[in-house]
C-alpha cells in the first residue's frame, strides 16, 4: 500500500500509542481520527520513563528537539536495598546512542498531540466506542487500554483482565534534590521506583503484593497513610519521602495474555488493547510507541493491507513477549526476602563494581533496538 493518501484511519483511544499511531499515518498522507472517551486528551499518572528503544521512534517522527525540551535526561539506575537504603550498584545509563528519559505524562500526551494537530489528525473527545462498527473507516486501530471494548473484534470471546495480586500508589512529592537517576527501592513483597522530573518534583510509584483487589474501578484516590504504612519497615531515607506524599492513587495492576493474534479483517490492535505488561521494566508506553510507528510502516510496505497487518503481527508478537516476560521476571526480583533477597543483593554488588556496562548490555535487545530502521519493516514483509 506505497499510497496511503486514500486511507481512512480511526484510532479508538488517545493515549500515548494511539496518539502515536495517528501521527504515523498522517505523516503517510492517511485521513486519521482519533476517538478518546474522556474529555480531554490526558493521562492518569505523573511520571513515564521513555528508553532509547522509545526515543528511536520520536526520533523517527521528527519529534526528537521537543522530546529534548520537555525530559529529562536520566544518567544512571541504582537499585537500593530498601529496609536499610543502601545503594547496591550504580548502572550507566548514559552510554547508547540516544537518551533515556524522565518525562511528566501531561508532556509527552501535548508533544503528540500537538503534533497530530499540525499533522491534520482530527479527534473526537467523548466518544464512547464499544465495536470497531461503531466507526466507519479503511482500518480500525484498538489502542484503548487493557480493559479495550475493541479487542472482542479481534480476539472474539475473551476472558476479563486477570488481576495479578499487586497494586500500584502513584505520586509526586516536591523535588528532593535528587540526580536525575532512577533508584528501585526493593523490600520483601514491595518496592518502590523514584526518579526526579524536568522543572521539579519527584516521581513515586509504590507496589505491594496483595491478594485482593476489591475497589471500585481501576484507580481511585487513596489515604498517604496507607501508603506510608505499607513501607513503615524501611529505611529513613525512603520513609522520608513518602512522608512527603499528600496526595496518591491506587490502581489495582490487571494483565492479559498476548492476544494471539493482533488483527482481523480490518481491525487492529496495538499498545495495552494487544499486550498489558506490568510497570517493572518501563516499556509499556515505549511497545506502544513502537507499535504505532511499526504498524504504520508495515501497511506502507506492502501490497495489500491483510499483508501489511500480517507483517505487524510478525514485527510484533515475539518482541512484546519476550518484554512482558521480562517484566515479569524483574517483578519477582524487586520483591524477594530472606536468603534469596541477599544472595541477589551480592550480586548487584558484584555486577556493580567489576562489570558495570553489563545492565545495559544486558538489555541491549531491549533498548538498542530500532523500530524506525527500513530493514527492520522489511524483514516482516
Not at 24 to 30: D, L, Q, S, T, V
Not at 47 to 67: C, K, R, Y
Request: with cysteine; glycine share 10%.
Amino acid at each position: 500500500m506505497k499510497d496511503l493518501d486514500d486511507l481512512t484511519v480511526a484510532i479508538v483511544g488517545g493515549g500515548i500509542g494511539g496518539l502515536t499511531a495517528a501521527l504515523a499515518f498522517a505523516r503517510k498522507g492517511c485521513r486519521v481520527c482519533v476517538y478518546e472517551q474522556a474529555d480531554a486528551l490526558k493521562e492518569v499518572g505523573a511520571g513515564i520513563q521513555v528508553s532509547p528503544n522509545g526515543a528511536a521512534v520520536l526520533e523517527g517522527l521528527g519529534l526528537s528537539d521537543h522530546a529534548a525540551a520537555r525530559g529529562l535526561d536520566a544518567e544512571a539506575v541504582i537499585p537500593m536495598a530498601a529496609l536499610t537504603g543502601k545503594a547496591l550498584a550504580r548502572f550507566d545509563l548514559t552510554r547508547g546512542q540516544r537518551p533515556y528519559r524522565f518525562f511528566r505524562r501531561p508532556d509527552l500526551i501535548g508533544m503528540l498531540a500537538g503534533a497530530c494537530a499540525e499533522a491534520g489528525v482530527e479527534v473526537e473527545l467523548g466518544a464512547r466506542i464499544a465495536a470497531a462498527d461503531d466507526v466507519g473507516a479503511d482500518l480500525v486501530v484498538g489502542a484503548d487500554g487493557v480493559k479495550s471494548l475493541v479487542r472482542g473484534d479481534v480476539t472474539g470471546t475473551d476472558r476479563d483482565p486477570m488481576f495479578t495480586g499487586q497494586v500500584a500508589w502513584r505520586a509526586v512529592v516536591p523535588d528532593q534534590g535528587d540526580d536525575p537517576v532512577a533508584r528501585i527501592w526493593m523490600a520483601p513483597g514491595k518496592h518502590v521506583v523514584t526518579y526526579p522530573l524536568r522543572d521539579g518534583g519527584l516521581n513515586i510509584v509504590a507496589v505491594q503484593e496483595r491478594a485482593e483487589w476489591a475497589a471500585e474501578g481501576w484507580a481511585h484516590a487513596d489515604d498517604p497513610g496507607a501508603l506510608q504504612a505499607v513501607f513503615s519497615d524501611c529505611s529513613r531515607h525512603l520513609k522520608d519521602i513518602l512522608q512527603k506524599v499528600d496526595k496518591v492513587h491506587l490502581w489495582g495492576l490487571f494483565r492479559r495474555p498476548v492476544a494471539s493474534r493482533l488483527f482481523r479483517r480490518n481491525v487492529v490492535l496495538m499498545g495495552d488493547a494487544a499486550h498489558p505488561t506490568l510497570p517493572f521494566l518501563a516499556q509499556g508506553a515505549n511497545l506502544a510507541l513502537e507499535d504505532g510507528y511499526v504498524l504504520a510502516a508495515c501497511l506502507e510496505e506492502n501490497v495489500d493491507m491483510q499483508r501489511g497487518l500480517a507483517a505487524y503481527q510478525r514485527a510484533r508478537h515475539g518482541r512484546v513477549t519476550r518484554a512482558i516476560n521480562a517484566a515479569n521476571a524483574n517483578a519477582r526480583n524487586y520483591h524477594l526476602g530472606g536468603m534469596r533477597a541477599a544472595v541477589a543483593h551480592t550480586g548487584l554488588r558484584m555486577m556493580g563494581q567489576v562489570a558495570p556496562s553489563a545492565f545495559l548490555s544486558r538489555l541491549s535487545w531491549l533498548y538498542d533496538h530500532d523500530v524506525t530502521q527500513k530493514n527492520y519493516q522489511l524483514a516482516a514483509v
